[in-house]
Each structure stands twice: as structure tokens, then as C-alpha cells.
């Protein structure tokens, strides 16, 4: 199994960024959990950071060909972005959309999210453990799936 893991705009700046809200940890830490988690489930995964909406898009277009699910923090993206939405519907994968911080306790434009509707699942608020239960979880509907 294969599994895209896409890390939005700014997400590149963990560690140093408001670290009372998205901890300490640097991407490349996060980057290395999830790769671990990965080995554990022998799932192979490909992991991205992009700032451009152009290329989140790109990222996922690709993925139709070779992943067999994503785990996507589109960061400021989720709130607006109709293209990565619609991207994530055309390549019909199952996806889930993770949050470092719990949206819902902060500003009111971080409470609606235009990505929500066409995943499987919302992971926000628990830090990078986040990443990690959408690991789990792909896995898991995969073998649901190969019966």
C-alpha cells in the first residue's frame, strides 16, 4: 500500500512557528513519526510540503496513479480552497484531513472547512498524532476492503 501525505502552506515552519499552538516538533520530526508508522503497517508513503495551491493540486492529480489513499493538512487551504476540494474528488482516493491544532477553539473563520465534506474523516487537535491515526486508519479501510 501506498499513501501520499501532503503538509500545506507554513507547515514547513514547525517547530519555531507559534509553538503554544502546533508544538515543537520540526516537520522533519513529524516527517520521521510518520515514517515509522508507515514501516510498522509496511505501507510505503510519499511525503510533501507545499506552499502553492497549484501544487498541492499537482500532488494530488499524481497520486491517482500510485497511492492508494492521503492524509492531507491543507493548512490555511481547508478553509477556502474549492480547487484542492474538487482535486481531491477527482481522483476518487480515499483521503483524510488532518489538523494539528483544534480549529474549532480558534478564530471563527478556522471553524468550516470546504475539504470536510469529501473525505473520510477529520483528525484535528490532537498534534502530530493526527498524522499517525490517518496512517492507521487508511490501512485499516484497505484491508476492509480487500476483504
Known amino acids: 500500500m501506498r499513501i501520499l501525505v501532503i503538509h500545506g502552506p507554513n507547515l514547513n515552519l514547525l517547530g519555531s512557528r507559534e509553538p503554544d499552538i502546533y508544538g515543537n516538533l520540526t516537520l522533519e520530526e513529524i516527517n520521521r513519526l510518520i515514517e515509522e508508522k508507515a514501516a510498522e503497517h509496511r505501507v510505503t508513503v510519499r511525503i510533501v510540503q507545499r506552499s502553492s495551491e497549484g501544487d498541492i493540486i499537482d500532488e494530488i492529480h499524481r497520486a491517482k496513479n500510485w497511492a492508494r489513499g492521503i ?10 480552497s ?66
Open 71 to 80: 492524509v492531507i493538512n491543507a493548512g490555511a487551504y481547508t478553509h477556502y
Open 82 to 147: 474549492i480547487a484542492i476540494r474538487d482535486a481531491l474528488c477527482a481522483v476518487n482516493l480515499p483521503a483524510v484531513e488532518v489538523h494539528i491544532s483544534n480549529t474549532f477553539k480558534r478564530e471563527d473563520f478556522r471553524h468550516k472547512s470546504v475539504i470536510s465534506p469529501v473525505v473520510e474523516g477529520v483528525i484535528a487537535g490532537l498534534g502530530y498524532r493526527g498524522y499517525l491515526y490517518a496512517i492507521d486508519y487508511l490501512v485499516e479501510l484497505e484491508k476492509t476492503k480487500a476483504g
